[in-house]
């Protein structure tokens, strides 16, 4: 029916329509006029207007049903948003605020505005698409995942979900052939599947666990340890930490954690100056031994490595997301930590270590990694040695079964090569496809292992790999129902950003599926913090090929799939160039005809919802959809809300007039201009995200909907119990993915 549109709007602009208009008002509003008792002359006087009128009113009627009985036109009529006066004066410049009562996330003012947001999004939200979607997900996520199992000792643990529970399981096998047993079951946790199971540790001698769990998706986690062999929930409980995984001590007498000091408000209060303890178990929390801290430098945080062997204790003290790192040895049990790197000059990551040798992983002098050995003379003198050279992008790096084995990135693929533990070569996994292969967790003198491949169009299958041999067999391979691998393909592809740098792209689709301009395409991207974006099989994205639609995964500056260069590449002052290579994507599917600007829908999270919001604004005319996912969103004022300062490492100092010019160039909040038509946007958040605080996206679709010039609709999607991502629930999962995918299919398709 939406033919009828146009003529609508004709008549609606016409001289008929001014006309009628007058006319209808008089018959309604006017007491005294009654058509029955107009004199012949005026009747004839006004017939052919009476006739047209009519006329137009009828099909006017007519339209109206017939639309009501297909698509749904909603007038957009957004909520009512306060506006403050607030403007400040930054290095000279001007900027407006005035939505800043809305970084007050959790008080009543706020929520009552959300509910409202959620009432308008609801009612666009619920179409054909998002139905079927939402019973292809049901019916595909009923299918057996397994993580990368590792083992201790005899034992094997990994985590598992036969897709019908909320929150994956903690498994166990005692030993090769023993039936798996659960050892842990957040899904009992709560009722609705909100708290979720975060870090487990298992104790070196394979009887304690220590674990984490969030409640509602916040980052915050409290610890607490069972005994493996009864299950029973021992008086250990660890809270107030954050980004901290349980280390423990080589005799299992306890574990090493990070914490920081209980905020007013936990969601949304600054956390910094974090310190290491050492919690014993038994012990009350208030009884843990501070390891490390540093209340004049609050920006640096702690992990601890312990050894298989030898009395040394490895400290890594690193300073907000920045990659770079100082390494503190204490070589005793008693003796207190010394420098052994003393500048933030590289990255090193601890791998492991025999006796009187510690292997690292670093970038030293090495933009795309190596490994190095330090070794430790009895009198205690320090030598370093160059083990393994710069090649390719090392992706990861461990030492397993007395070996080195490293993932090298070539061109986002991965390749597998084996090294002995004095760097030299022994051979490449002799592995058939190509894809991601992630794995290799154990320790040093282990003689067995598991790694997992997957890509675009291949589900996961995990593979147990004798260390001795380099022999592998299958352990375990998904089953995604209704999914056959041979229906699909996928081929990565290089275009040009602006600057001429070459971008690979991954483009997946279903075989036989005419590819035009009509085809609806979905554009992913991350770009940032070191982190690289690897062929996997999702079946979010699977929703969308089988939907008949494109995926297109950019791997853009920012990340590391070509080593530290391309990260520096698209951080800080250079952060447009990331920017650049999304919409430079976009524009490159749409010269080969993969799709339009009519039919492109953008998709990243955090970092990427940043991403999505900057490309949008930047380029209005280059999307049909736009969905920023949990998105740092306002650039000069990220640094004030939880951990938000850590990413000035790549964002840079708001506080610092070169890096605040930078940052409001680009920043979505500020950048959002008037009398300019965007693409219809769906901005999605948790209201427990204490990560990116939701803050970021309030304020932008606050702005956004002021703003907008056309019809296209600004909307605001905001989960309650969840936070930025991880342990969501899986019902909650489905929604999202239903919501997102059906809208902007229904959007693109239009209907």
């Not at 137009?56 to 009529?77: A, Q, R, T």
């Not at 410049?93 to 959620?118: A, I, M, P």
């Not at 090294?419 to 067995?448: M, Q, W």
Request: aromatic share 14%; net charge negative; proline share 4%.
């Amino acid at each position: 029916m939406r033919g009828f549109v146009p003529l609508v709007f004709y008549l609606h602009r016409s001289k008929l329509y001014k006309v009628s208009k007058y006319y209808l008002f008089t018959i309604i509003y006017t007491d005294n006029l009654n058509l029955h008792n107009l004199s012949d002359s005026t009747y004839n006087l006004h017939r052919p207007i009476m006739r047209s009128l009519i006329s137009y009113y009828v099909l006017f009627f007519i339209i109206y049903v017939l639309n009501s009985c297909g698509e749904v036109i909603i007038e957009m009529n957004y909520p009512e948003t306060k506006k403050l006066d607030l403007v400040e004066d930054k290095f000279g410049q001007t900027v407006e605020d005035n939505y800043r009562w809305l970084e007050d996330f959790t008080s009543n003012e706020s929520k009552d505005w959300v509910d409202k947001q959620n009432i308008l999004t609801n009612k666009f939200l619920s179409n054909t698409y998002q139905k079927r979607i939402k019973k292809d997900l049901e019916d595909i996520w009923i299918s057996d995942q397994i993580s990368i199992p590792y083992k201790i000792g005899d034992k094997t643990f990994y985590f598992f979900n036969d897709g019908k529970k909320q929150q994956n399981v903690f498994m166990m096998k005692g030993c090769h052939d023993c039936e798996a047993k659960i050892l842990l079951d957040p899904n009992k946790f709560s009722s609705d599947g909100t708290i979720s199971l975060g870090d487990v540790s298992v104790s070196p001698d394979g009887r304690k666990i220590a674990y984490s769990t969030s409640d509602g998706g916040s980052d915050w986690r409290t610890w607490k340890v069972i005994d493996i062999e009864s299950k029973e929930e021992l008086i250990d409980k660890i809270e107030w930490s954050k980004f901290s995984y349980a280390t423990w001590e080589s005799d299992s007498s306890g574990f090493y954690y990070q914490k920081y000091k209980k905020p007013d408000e936990a969601l949304a209060d600054i956390n910094r100056s974090p310190e290491l303890y050492f919690h014993k178990l038994s012990d009350s929390q208030n009884k843990d031994k501070l390891i490390y801290g540093d209340e004049e430098n609050p920006d640096l945080s702690w992990s601890i490595s312990v050894p298989d062997e030898g009395d040394y204790r490895v400290l890594s003290i690193g300073e907000g997301t920045d990659e770079r790192n100082l390494i503190y040895i204490k070589f005793k049990k008693d003796e207190d930590f010394i420098p052994v790197i003393k500048e933030f000059e590289a990255t090193y990551y601890f791998l492991g270590g025999i006796k009187n040798t510690l292997w690292f992983y670093t970038t030293l002098d090495a933009p795309k990694g190596k490994v190095i050995a330090l070794n430790i003379t009895d009198k205690g003198k320090l030598s370093w040695k160059d083990i393994i050279q710069e090649s390719d992008p090392i992706s990861t790096v461990s030492i397993v079964g007395e070996k080195i084995i490293i993932n090298y990135l070539k061109d986002t693929l991965t390749k597998i090569k084996f090294f002995d533990l004095n760097g030299n070569y022994l051979s490449d996994l002799d592995f058939p496809n190509e894809g991601s292969i992630n794995g290799f967790y154990g320790k040093v003198k282990d003689d067995t292992a598991y790694f997992e491949f997957t890509n675009y169009t291949t589900p996961e299958e995990v593979f147990e790999i004798n260390l001795d041999t380099l022999k592998y067999k299958s352990y375990w391979k998904s089953a995604v129902p209704g999914f056959n691998a041979d229906d699909y393909t996928s081929e990565m592809q290089f275009y040009p950003s602006l600057d001429g740098t070459r971008i690979p792209i991954h483009i997946s689709s279903k075989k036989g599926l005419k590819i035009d301009k009509e085809t609806p395409v979905l554009l992913y991207g991350y770009g940032g913090f070191n982190i690289p974006i690897l062929p996997n099989f999702s079946k979010t994205f699977y929703m969308w090929m089988k939907s008949g639609g494109v995926i297109a995964v950019a791997n853009l500056r920012g990340g590391s799939e070509y080593g530290d260069a391309w990260h520096e590449a698209g951080m800080l002052l250079n952060k447009q160039n990331v920017f650049d290579d999304f919409s430079f994507a976009a524009k490159y599917l749409h010269k080969q005809e993969i799709g339009s600007p009519g039919t492109t829908a953008s998709l990243g999270r955090s970092n990427g919802g940043l991403l999505v919001a900057a490309t949008m604004l930047q380029n209005p005319d280059l999307f049909k959809v736009a969905i920023p996912q949990v998105g740092v969103l306002d650039m000069l004022r990220f640094h004030k809300f939880t951990i938000g300062w850590a990413w000035t490492s790549d964002y840079g100092e708001p506080d610092e007039k070169e890096d605040f010019i930078n940052l409001l160039s680009y920043s979505p909040y500020h950048n959002i201009q008037k009398d300019i038509c965007y693409p219809t946007t769906l901005i999605t958040t948790s209201s427990r995200d204490d990560r990116v605080v939701p803050s970021h996206s309030y304020k932008f679709a606050a702005r956004l909907q002021e703003f907008q010039s056309c019809d296209n609709p600004i909307l605001l999607r905001v989960e309650s119990r969840a936070g930025h991502g991880a342990g969501t629930s899986k019902d909650k999962q489905i929604d999202e993915i239903a919501d997102i995918f059906g809208y902007a299919l229904s959007v693109i398709k239009g209907n």
